[in-house]
């Protein structure tokens, strides 16, 4: 059983290098190369939607010098895969504030999602500058303006419309979320589309995750049992 739509929280490249004695942007490094092997495979293995925790809101706080290489990163994926993007039908869109994300790298993004806009394979997305809390708290604002404006009522507003607010409203949530290095925490990840996600840890750090470890997780998912709370009897 293949998840519709797998999230990764790609955690463990700091602890990655400083295991090796390396510095923590030679993680970042090593990192960044795992991208494509798993969206490859990700798409080859059919899975429609797969949602990257590329960079948080909360790692603006980190060294600037760490932000440069993330954000250099970023880019250099950007530019280099482009053409296997469009190769492999992939479409690229992002989720998160992307104001304040360097103009090359902004720049750089939308041009990328918009050359891969009709590709109709796996949707990758790249969360960049991108908080749970910060998408849920813009919603509520937006919500505000609309009931000002008379676009809609408080009573209007309900589980199933909230999500039309969010960066994900075109996106059905995530089934499985990966979460690599350990750590048994979303980390303000997907907190309003994660309320019925499986979630799969695995202690390898995400230098170090491989296609095997992609297929582990999807093997763990398939004897997972969703009820949604429901009883089993009512699931389709
Ligand atoms: C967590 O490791 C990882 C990040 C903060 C960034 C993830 C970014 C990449 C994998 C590279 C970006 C590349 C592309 C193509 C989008 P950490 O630094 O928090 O590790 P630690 O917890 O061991 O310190």
């Known amino acids: 059983m293949i998840p519709n739509h797998v999230a990764i929280i790609m955690d463990g490249n700091g602890r ?64 280099r895969e482009e053409k296997t993007l469009m190769k492999e039908n992939v479409r690229l869109n992002s989720i998160g504030d992307i104001e ?76 499985l979320i990966i979460r690599t290095s350990g750590e048994m925490r979303l980390s303000n990840f997907l907190l309003w589309q994660a309320a019925y996600s499986e979630i799969f840890v695995t202690s390898k750090n995400w230098p170090e995750f491989s296609i095997a470890d992609l297929h582990l997780a999807f093997e763990d998912y398939s004897k997972r049992q969703r009820r949604f709370g429901l009883l089993e009897s009512s699931v389709q």
């Open 100 to 175: 304040k994300l360097p103009s090359v790298a902004k720049k750089l993004l939308q041009e990328v999602i918009l050359k891969t806009s009709h590709n109709t394979g796996l949707c990758l997305t790249f969360a960049l500058s991108y908080g749970s809390q910060q998408e849920i708290l813009r919603a509520v604002k937006k919500i505000a303006q609309d009931i000002k404006e008379g676009k809609t009522t408080s009573e209007n507003i309900n589980v199933n419309n909230f999500k039309n607010y969010l960066y994900t409203l075109d996106m059905p949530d995530p089934d």
């Open 16 to 79: 990655w290098a400083e295991n090796r004695g390396r510095p923590r942007i030679f993680g970042h490094i090593h990192g960044s190369a795992r991208v494509r092997p798993i969206v490859r495979e990700c798409g080859k293995l059919g899975v429609k939607y797969l949602t990257l925790y590329a960079f948080s809101a909360e790692n603006w706080g980190r060294p600037s010098d760490e932000i440069q290489t993330l954000m250099r990163l970023l880019c250099k994926y950007l530019a």
